[in-house]
């Protein structure tokens, strides 16, 4: 629990936050304090919800209390791409699309996902192998470290916590941090969570639009049917159309 902020505008006392989550003071002073307890599902919920914490602030406390993800969360089992995501992937023409699974491997991609970015057609095509390790993310995506590299650390520490015994994951976070010294010094660094880019908006420097700075979004949809899924695309923060 420690390193667990209010939200902005929401700075409760101890006993303010036990009063809203139903408990003592001193009860609720246990969970603060670190010490092992048996603290239920709905307590913590309560606490996330008087804390209004974020999904991934939720995430982490649940993990970090009980080493388990939040109840009704969806689950990871892989299973054949429904039809009708793979055919919105398809036909979503204006701007570059693709489908990654939860070890951020892509799925599937539109074509302007592979003129905007070729290396989504390499076979194990993978977001944060490219983004924290090839040399070209550092050309392309520019402020690099705060934009891309800090987040996307992020995200993997969320999602590796999230199910510790998922072995790909695990391969992922120990393949990039052994094989980049600035990724190590972030990681040692930061402490961040956070569980997508969802409205992210940053800097790209690509070939496809003759190295010209393009400022974009990111958004990021969770179909219902795979819930192991993430449906990501990008649009350009100045409502032009996806082809030059």
Known sequence: ?????????????????????????GWYRTLEAGRRQDFSESF???????????????????????????????????????????????????YPAYLSDVAWNVVAANSLMGEWFPWVRRPGANLMRWALLDPEAREQMLDWEDSCARIYLAMLRVAANGD???TELRALVRDILDADADCRRIWAEEHDVVEHRDGHVFRLCLPYHGNVETRVTTHVLLP????????????PLEGWSGRP
């Open 1 to 25: 629990m420690r390193g667990t902020v209010p939200r902005p505008g929401r700075r409760l006392s101890q006993a303010q936050v036990a009063r809203l989550t139903g408990v003592s003071e």
């Open 44 to 94: 913590l919920l309560r606490v996330a919800q008087a804390l209004r914490l974020s999904e991934a602030e939720t995430l982490t406390l649940f993990l970090a209390v009980c080493g388990r993800r939040p109840p009704g969360e969806p689950s990871r089992e892989h299973k054949d791409l429904p039809h009708g995501v793979k055919a919105l992937l398809e036909q979503q023409v204006s």
């Open 164 to 166: 510790p015994g998922d």
């Open 224 to 235: 219902i049917q795979r819930p192991d899924l993430r449906f990501v695309f990008i649009t």
